[in-house]
Structure formats: structure tokens, C-alpha cells
């Protein structure tokens, strides 16, 4: 349950204030007055460092050599452990190997064959066939000639000779066009099988260059996967050398802390490319009850040591659903350790979380992050740095009201959702309903209702009635 607190000193001066021995009995009364007043909610919270980082084992072997020890503070960069993993060295080695041969040339391609144009050609009259025919035409032709000069009728000659040279005429004309028909088809079919030809081959062309392109793609992915390989590997030897992420405190194994802060540190610790999954399985989590020395045997993910950060330290604390509204970023607030007694400690609100988190009194409240400042103990003495993982309680101011007009927190009666206060006027209770600002655990700031000086019942207020008379 949160507690607020105010100014107590305060309180005993308002509630003597103006008190006499013929009130009623139960009833005290006191005066408004001005005052400095402060409303602090408290909540219970827990020193953390700036960063822990749990180191691990990216792989099985054995815990070649431990150059620290608990306690030992260090720098970022200086090697902390050696592990010894002939499987780890042997992986980079066949990861090597595997990266050689898909770097090695190709075998080239065997030649293709191209396909050639056929040609054809159709039987024309320049062919021998013609040409005999073409003979046995003109001794044809040459016989008739012959046998019509001799007739004697020099008229019927004359016709028949003019006859003959008609068809002669007609059989040249006719051959000519045959020729001519033939040559155009041979064009004709010679073209189209010149075309077949051509997509034939580039076909036969795309196909070829398609394959080559898909091998060549084989290929470039082989190397990449290889090439990926070995730096895993690589990686994985690198993480065999451990060394601190950044300044800090060493323990061995595992720290206390765990959780989400072993595993961020693991995750910044190791090696980029390094397995950052537990391993599954039964048994003991890894680190925890096992020695961590020179020559002891390490499986993958087994804790080896944290590294922790104590250069600036900080607060969680959990603020109650009902309060957190009033927090803001910068709040100053004091601390108090259960294991420094007499000792306040300074602190200053940095952020503010909106993630709920379920309360032990069944509300929730939510994470406020404070920096943690020097303490002092009562007679001014410095108080002691504290360690990560220390309980506190952190008193947040969230109000401070100084020269406010104030009455003691008793002479507040809550009346449904109106604040009320009975002022005393003329020996009369008079029943005033307050609007107020800062509220402490021992005074309240009133910023309307009540004068400066007015006296009002500071003491029994909830048994006060209206016209009741007062002195």
C-alpha cells in the first residue's frame, strides 16, 4: 500500500494552536496557516547496475584457461577465458575446405552443335532431263521445217512453215515460264527452311544459355552458403577467446540477477554469428552449481562468468496504479536501504514504464526508473555505495506546495467526493467544502475554502455538526 508523508512538526503546531480546555470532549481545534508541504509517495524498489552481462560457452569444450577471478574489476576488451574445442576448429576447417571447392572454376561447356540450313531444289529446265527434251523438241521442230519445204503448193508451204514457227514460238515461251514458276519455288521453299532453321537454333541457343545461367546461379548460392559457413565457423573460434563486453565487475558463473539481463548480456557478450539459444533438455540450467576453472569440461551455454557495471547505478522501482499519474520524468526522491540504517540517499526519476505489472494487493503498478545519487547519514557522514540487487525504499516527492496554506491532514472529512473542513466562526461549526492541492501524510494544502488564520476543528471532525457550538 503506498504511503504518502508531509512535514510532521508541523502538525503539532497547528493542532495546539488555539485548543482550549472548554471544547467538547474529542474535539480539538487549530488554525490555518502557511506552511511548506509536500506530497511523497513511497514504493518499494531495488538497486540495479548500469549493464550485466552473462558470458557463455558457444560451444562445447573444455575450460583451457581462467585469467580472473571473483571480485576482479576489469576493462572492456581484456580476455577473460580460453576454451579448447578441437570440434569447434575442426568445423572451421571443413567449413574451409567446403568454401575451396565452390570457389573452384567450372568445368567448361562442351560445344553445341548448330543446326544448317537444307537447301532444296526443284527440277528445272536447266536440268539434264529438260534439256534432252528440249533437243528432241527442236529435231522435232527441224523435221517439220523439212518436210514442208517440200511441198509444191508454195501457198500451202508458206502456211505450214508459218505454223511451225507458231508453235516453235509457243513451246520457247511456255518453257521460259516453267523457268521461271521454278525458280520462284525453290526461293519460296529454300526461305522457309532457312527460317525453321534459324529458330531452331535459337532455341536450341536459349536453352543452352538458360542452363548456364541456372548453373551459374547453383553456383553463386554454393559459394554464398559456403562463404556464410566459414564465418559462423570463424566466429565460433572467435568466442572460444571470451573477453569482457565492458567495464565491470567480474563473477564467476552465473549472477543472481539472471533473467532478462543474463540474456541480454550473453547476447552482447559473445561474437556476432554465435548460437544465442540455450540448449534444450532436462538437468540443472546451464551455470548454475557448476565450477567454473581451469580444466573443467563446458558444454554450449554454460555460464562462465558475468560481467557487471557498477559505474553508475540506478533504481527500479514499482509505483502503485493509484500514484503513478503523479511521477513525472525528473521527480526527486530519497532513499532509504534496509542495509544502511540512519542513512538518506538522493535520487531523480528518469523514466517511466506502461507496462503493468500485478500488485501482492491485487491492483497493478508500473516500473519508474530513478538515478541513484550520494547519501549521507543523519550526523553528515558519507553513506556507503550500495550494491545491485539491494532492497530500498524510494520516497517520491510529487507535489511540494512551499508557503501553502495548510491544515492538518485530520481536519479533512472525505463526504462522497467533496472534501469538507469545519471552520469555526463566531463559536459555530460551520461545514466548508475545500478544494485541495498537495496532501501529505500530516498536512494538506487547501486552495479554496479556508482563510489564513481561520480556526477549524483539527480533531474530531468526523463527530462535528452543523451550528454545533464550539468556543
Not at 545491485?388 to 516527492?397: E, I, W
Not at 508557503?403 to 481536519?411: D, E, F, H, T
Request: charged share 20%; aromatic share 2%.
Amino acid at each position: 500500500m503506498t504511503i504518502r508523508r508531509g512535514i510532521p512538526p508541523l502538525l503539532v503546531v497547528l493542532a495546539l494552536t488555539g485548543c482550549t480546555s472548554a471544547e467538547p470532549s474529542g474535539v480539538q481545534l487549530g488554525a490555518a496557516h502557511r506552511a511548506s508541504v509536500s506530497e511523497v509517495v513511497e514504493a518499494p524498489a531495488t538497486v540495479g547496475a548500469r549493464a550485466t552481462a552473462t558470458l557463455r560457452a558457444p560451444t562445447s569444450g573444455t575450460l583451457a584457461k581462467l585469467y580472473v577471478r571473483d571480485g576482479d574489476t576489469v576493462e572492456k576488451g581484456k580476455v577473460l577465458a580460453r576454451i579448447s574445442s578441437p570440434q569447434a576448429r575442426d568445423q572451421l576447417a571443413q567449413a574451409r575446405k567446403a568454401e575451396r571447392l565452390a570457389a573452384a572454376p567450372a568445368v567448361p561447356a562442351v560445344p553445341r552443335a548448330a543446326f544448317s540450313a537444307p537447301s532444296s531444289r526443284l527440277t528445272g529446265v536447266g536440268d539434264s532431263a529438260f534439256a534432252r527434251l528440249d533437243r528432241t523438241v527442236r529435231r522435232d521442230f527441224a523435221r517439220a521445217r523439212a518436210a514442208a519445204r517440200k511441198v509444191g503448193d508454195s501457198t500451202a508451204r508458206k502456211r505450214l512453215l508459218g505454223a511451225i514457227d507458231l508453235a516453235e514460238r509457243q513451246h520457247r515461251a511456255q518453257r521460259a515460264a516453267l523457268g521461271a514458276i521454278t525458280a520462284d519455288l525453290n526461293r519460296s521453299v529454300n526461305a522457309v527452311l532457312s527460317q525453321v532453321t534459324g529458330q531452331l537454333n535459337s532455341g536450341l541457343g536459349g536453352l543452352t544459355s538458360s542452363m548456364a545461367s541456372s548453373m551459374a546461379s547453383l553456383r553463386a548460392a554454393s559459394r554464398t552458403q559456403a562463404r556464410t559457413a566459414v564465418k559462423a565457423a570463424e566466429a565460433m573460434v572467435d568466442g572460444l577467446t571470451v573477453k569482457a563486453p565492458f567495464d565491470g565487475v567480474i563473477t564467476l558463473g552465473r549472477s543472481s540477477g539472471g533473467g532478462a539481463d543474463a540474456l541480454s548480456g550473453l547476447l552482447s557478450g559473445l561474437p556476432a554469428g554465435l548460437p544465442t539459444q540455450l540448449p534444450q533438455g532436462g538437468g540443472q540450467p546451464p551455470g548454475e552449481g557448476s565450477v567454473v576453472a581451469t580444466g573443467v569440461p563446458v558444454a554450449s551455454g554454460d555460464a562462465l562468468l558475468t560481467v557487471t557495471d557498477v559505474s553508475e547505478l540506478t533504481l527500479s522501482a514499482e509505483v502503485d496504479e493509484t500514484d503513478v499519474l503523479l511521477v513525472e520524468r525528473g521527480t526527486p526522491a530519497t532513499i532509504e536501504l534496509d542495509a544502511v540504517p540512519g542513512a538518506v540517499y538522493t535520487a531523480k526519476v528518469t523514466g517511466i514504464g506502461v507496462t503493468p505489472v500485478a500488485g501482492t494487493t491485487g491492483g497493478v503498478g508500473y516500473p519508474v526508473r530513478l538515478s541513484l545519487g550520494a547519501g549521507r547519514f543523519d550526523d553528515g557522514r558519507k553513506a556507503p555505495r550500495p550494491k545491485p540487487g539491494m532492497s530500498v525504499v524510494a520516497r517520491l516527492t510529487v507535489k511540494e506546495s512551499p508557503g501553502a496554506l495548510a491544515v492538518p491532514a485530520s481536519a479533512v472529512v472525505t463526504s462522497g467526493r467533496e472534501s469538507v473542513v469545519w471552520a469555526v466562526r463566531g463559536g459555530v461549526a460551520e461545514r466548508r467544502v475545500v478544494r485541495l492541492g498537495a496532501q501529505g501524510d500530516a498536512l494538506v494544502e487547501v486552495l479554496q475554502g479556508l482563510t489564513d488564520g481561520e480556526r477549524v476543528v483539527v480533531k474530531g471532525a468526523d463527530a462535528v455538526r452543523q451550528g454545533q457550538k464550539l468556543p
